[in-house]
């Protein structure tokens, strides 16, 4: 039988845009099942700052027309290949709305409600049926990501298809909410291949658009698809989801296990596997003179690669910081950017502890890699994770994940085995698990590299995932 065609849509794709873990996902996962023979193919937005040069983009010279409200809108097809495999990328090039800025027009990536930004993506997926009908592409499937292009399945209606959809729900927290009086006077036709369950209060709720006309659903772990069926996790949409439960399932992440390799890593200084562990020492050495952190060999080193919100634990995570660096010899290097609320916090605990506390808020992605690589800890105590892909990442380098078992962490943290763990959300179990990190780093250093390397050896690659987003692809497309 023919192996069904997939078109991935996302609006954040690793190396061309990235926000978040979506764009890693989006950027590591196509390849992976192209390599397992599928014809897989990518469109995404092109923003403003996506360099045709640096990414190599060929203008198709082909234009698709489409209508906005009273007026029509013209989009150029840009094409490139995803680099470092064969996959093919298609960008829309739409200059008013589009290509006018970057991927998110709200300061933190939320997903909006603003009337821009609802233009700016929904712009993007009305040119997605005309690209089709352009390029005489037909996919069996259509394999969408988040809330972003929650509303393709209705313009693909619309356009006369009958593609079928997965959705992928990497973040249940991110819906894209938008007035429908705005979607009134710009895609009014398509409204009413919207389901009516996604309008609410006079407000077009994109993901559960998705939720509601996607015949297959994942999420990236098989806890977290478990938790959003909870009115803890749910997010206010766990009744619908409950209603698809049978056709909902959790497929954990993979990573990108050549871009995140300590043997072979351009931005460290030091390269290292299990059997030289003696060069992550190095890095460590490394990293406390690049932020400016004492060099201590003995001090234990938190490491954090995060984005400043909410989601990420800040709450629990200060006051535990406070105690601890009060009263043991370590230190803390945290790399993030978002909330300002929460960046004042962390500068007030570094201005309490000026030798200890190491603060970058801004993108440094060389950085990320030397914190991975030179930290003896990594810090992660998620209110909620979906997936996760930081503790994956640290775990290739031996530094060992501090994780609040939810979601993604619980599917791959395994408490005094490859990381340390906890179980209730508060500061006070937090704690407990930092002095228990302190305890056997600073007394029992071979039971730390068993640690070490059994985090290292875990296999956290796409193999087995791809294999089963292969799976899903095969039912849906044989369903009638
Ligand atoms: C989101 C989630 C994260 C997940 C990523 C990729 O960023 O918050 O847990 O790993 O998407 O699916």
Redesign the pocket.
């Given at each position: 039988m023919k192996k069904p065609l997939i078109l991935f849509a996302s609006a954040e794709v690793t190396p061309f845009a990235k926000v978040?873990?979506?764009a890693?996902?989006a950027g590591s996962l196509p390849p992976a099942i192209k390599q397992l023979g599928y014809d897989i193919r990518i469109v995404m937005p092109k923003y403003q700052t996506i360099s045709e040069k640096d990414w190599g983009l060929v203008d198709s010279g082909k234009n698709i027309e489409m209508p906005w409200g009273q007026e029509k809108l013209t989009a150029r097809v840009w094409t490139a290949t995803l680099p470092n495999s064969t996959v093919t990328v298609y960008f829309i090039e739409e200059k008013r709305f589009i290509t006018s800025g970057g991927i998110y027009i709200e300061n933190d990536a939320s997903s909006g409600g603003s009337d821009p930004e609802f233009a700016r993506i929904n712009v993007f997926c009305s040119a997605i049926p005309e690209l089709l009908r352009i390029f005489s592409l037909e996919p069996d499937i259509i394999h969408l990501n988040d809330w972003h292009v929650g509303l393709l399945p209705a313009f693909m209606q619309n356009a006369g298809y009958q593609t079928k959809h997965l959705l992928?729900v990497?973040?249940l927290a991110y819906q894209g909410i938008y007035p429908a009086k705005f979607a009134k006077k710009t895609i009014n036709a398509v409204l009413e291949k919207i389901n009516p369950l996604a309008i609410n209060n006079g407000n077009i709720n994109t993901l559960l658009n998705a939720i509601l006309s996607a015949e297959k659903i994942n999420t990236?772990s098989p806890s977290y698809r478990d938790e959003i069926l909870t009115t803890e996790f749910g997010a206010g949409l766990e009744g619908f989801l409950g209603k698809r439960a049978k056709d909902l399932s959790g497929i954990l992440?993979g990573i990108n296990t050549e871009e995140w390799d300590p043997k072979n890593d351009a931005h460290i200084a030091f390269h290292f596997d299990v059997s030289s562990l003696e060069n992550k020492a190095r890095n460590k050495e490394r990293l406390q003179k690049e932020v400016a952190l004492p060099v201590e060999k003995n001090a234990m080193l938190f490491g954090m690669v995060s984005r400043l919100s909410e989601?990420k634990g800040f709450d629990i995570l200060i006051p535990s910081l406070r105690s601890i660096l009060k009263k043991a010899s370590c230190q803390v290097v945290i790399l993030a950017t978002g909330s300002l609320y929460i960046a004042d916090q962390i500068k007030e605990l570094k201005k309490e502890f000026p030798l200890k506390v190491a603060f970058i808020d801004k993108f440094n992605n060389a950085l990320a890699h030397q914190i991975y690589a030179g930290a003896d800890t990594f810090l992660m105590p998620s209110r909620f994770?979906?997936?996760?892909?930081s503790q994956m990442i640290s775990m290739r380098y031996g530094t060992l994940p501090i994780a609040h078992l939810t979601?993604?962490l619980k599917d791959t943290v395994k408490n005094n085995k490859n990381g340390f763990c906890f179980n209730k959300y508060s500061s006070d179990k937090l704690s407990v698990c930092l002095k228990d990190s302190l305890k056997i780093f600073k007394d029992n250093q071979k039971k730390w590299g068993q640690m070490q390397r059994q985090a290292m050896t875990e296999d956290f690659s796409w193999n087995a995932s791809a294999k089963k987003y292969v799976q899903l692809y095969e039912k849906l497309a044989d369903e009638a």
């Amino acid at each position: 039988m023919k192996k069904p065609l997939i078109l991935f849509a996302s609006a954040e794709v690793t190396p061309f845009a990235k926000v978040g873990g979506l764009a890693d996902v989006a950027g590591s996962l196509p390849p992976a099942i192209k390599q397992l023979g599928y014809d897989i193919r990518i469109v995404m937005p092109k923003y403003q700052t996506i360099s045709e040069k640096d990414w190599g983009l060929v203008d198709s010279g082909k234009n698709i027309e489409m209508p906005w409200g009273q007026e029509k809108l013209t989009a150029r097809v840009w094409t490139a290949t995803l680099p470092n495999s064969t996959v093919t990328v298609y960008f829309i090039e739409e200059k008013r709305f589009i290509t006018s800025g970057g991927i998110y027009i709200e300061n933190d990536a939320s997903s909006g409600g603003s009337d821009p930004e609802f233009a700016r993506i929904n712009v993007f997926c009305s040119a997605i049926p005309e690209l089709l009908r352009i390029f005489s592409l037909e996919p069996d499937i259509i394999h969408l990501n988040d809330w972003h292009v929650g509303l393709l399945p209705a313009f693909m209606q619309n356009a006369g298809y009958q593609t079928k959809h997965l959705l992928t729900v990497h973040n249940l927290a991110y819906q894209g909410i938008y007035p429908a009086k705005f979607a009134k006077k710009t895609i009014n036709a398509v409204l009413e291949k919207i389901n009516p369950l996604a309008i609410n209060n006079g407000n077009i709720n994109t993901l559960l658009n998705a939720i509601l006309s996607a015949e297959k659903i994942n999420t990236v772990s098989p806890s977290y698809r478990d938790e959003i069926l909870t009115t803890e996790f749910g997010a206010g949409l766990e009744g619908f989801l409950g209603k698809r439960a049978k056709d909902l399932s959790g497929i954990l992440n993979g990573i990108n296990t050549e871009e995140w390799d300590p043997k072979n890593d351009a931005h460290i200084a030091f390269h290292f596997d299990v059997s030289s562990l003696e060069n992550k020492a190095r890095n460590k050495e490394r990293l406390q003179k690049e932020v400016a952190l004492p060099v201590e060999k003995n001090a234990m080193l938190f490491g954090m690669v995060s984005r400043l919100s909410e989601q990420k634990g800040f709450d629990i995570l200060i006051p535990s910081l406070r105690s601890i660096l009060k009263k043991a010899s370590c230190q803390v290097v945290i790399l993030a950017t978002g909330s300002l609320y929460i960046a004042d916090q962390i500068k007030e605990l570094k201005k309490e502890f000026p030798l200890k506390v190491a603060f970058i808020d801004k993108f440094n992605n060389a950085l990320a890699h030397q914190i991975y690589a030179g930290a003896d800890t990594f810090l992660m105590p998620s209110r909620f994770e979906p997936c996760g892909l930081s503790q994956m990442i640290s775990m290739r380098y031996g530094t060992l994940p501090i994780a609040h078992l939810t979601g993604g962490l619980k599917d791959t943290v395994k408490n005094n085995k490859n990381g340390f763990c906890f179980n209730k959300y508060s500061s006070d179990k937090l704690s407990v698990c930092l002095k228990d990190s302190l305890k056997i780093f600073k007394d029992n250093q071979k039971k730390w590299g068993q640690m070490q390397r059994q985090a290292m050896t875990e296999d956290f690659s796409w193999n087995a995932s791809a294999k089963k987003y292969v799976q899903l692809y095969e039912k849906l497309a044989d369903e009638a």
